[in-house]
């Protein structure tokens, strides 16, 4: 594969897990970023866990493409991935609280279009959560659905502008 040019001080991309992994399946996003260690190339800074979303602005300042990757409560099936990308980011659900993991994504991208710090290009994938209570283990769907998600991830910073489609629900 080609390697991708990238402008000066810049990043081809970067990967976030949100979430607390000591929170059963609100761990999913860290737990997609460790499935990729060793499935993407050198171009591509993984940061397996952040809590605190306004971290979010500078970790992704500067990239090209941002992926993020969280536990989302939206009444969907348990396990079900859901691909969010531009004006679609409008409808991430709230449910994130300033109480308990500060800013939304969202509101994270808000701020950071605020700021004039924002990727080129950011794509959030939402897994279904089930169980959130204390412990690691993911319940059944969800575990499932992190190597459903890892694959569209690696997908998506193949890099041909297509909508991966492995992260169906």
Known sequence: MEARRTAPGRRRAIVVGVGEPLR???????RVVRALRGRVGP??????????????????????????IDAMRSGSAVGSVRRLEGEELATVPGERTTSSHGLSVRDAYELG????????RLVLYLIEAGELGHGER?????????GRAAVAVVEELGGDGERPSAAGG
């Not at 059963?24 to 860290?30: H, K, N, S, T, V």
């Not at 993984?46 to 993020?68: F, I, K, P, Y």
């Not at 279009?113 to 080129?120: D, F, H, K, S, T």
């Open 24 to 30: 059963r399946d609100d761990g999913c996003g860290p």
């Open 43 to 68: 171009d591509v800074e993984l940061v397996e866990r952040v809590a605190d979303l306004t971290a979010l602005v500078d970790l992704w300042d500067r990239a090209d493409l941002a992926v993020v």
């Open 113 to 120: 279009r605020a700021l004039g710090r924002v990727p080129r």
């Open 138 to 146: 993911l319940s059944p769907a969800v575990d499932a659905a992190v």
